[in-house]
């Protein structure tokens, strides 16, 4: 089983940037995959950015030379560096782990909110 606890939300202007955090319970390592996701009321939830056990890491194109994933491994955690924020940002996001048993794990997710 993974915990994962989400921080680092809040409100910034666009333009802005917010560092999103995501600890683990347990080595991120042992974990297949790391995802932030965001949603919106009334949409689905979307992957933003993922990092594998192994580092490798994707984006969605929305966010691809304006976000970047990364690790510190001696914390267990994920962040999810957020820069140039637009207005569109603006969602709940969500921290979600893929393990190798095939389980899937969610944050209780954190709101960022980006003024025009």
């Known amino acids: 089983q993974v915990q994962l606890v989400e921080s680092g939300g809040g409100l910034v202007q666009a333009g802005g940037s917010l560092r999103l955090s995501c600890a683990a319970s347990r080595s991120t390592f042992s974990i297949k995959a790391i995802g932030w996701y965001r949603q919106v009321p009334g949409k689905q939830r979307d992957l933003v950015a993922a990092?594998?056990?192994?580092?490798?890491?994707d984006y969605s194109d929305s966010v691809k030379g304006r976000f970047t994933i990364s690790r510190d491994v001696a914390k267990n955690t994920v962040y999810l560096q957020m820069n140039s924020l637009k207005p569109e940002d603006t969602a709940v996001y969500y921290c979600r782990a893929d393990t190798y048993q095939r389980r899937i794990y969610w944050g209780q997710g954190t709101q960022v909110t980006v003024s025009s």
């Open positions: 990092i594998s056990g192994g580092s490798s890491t």
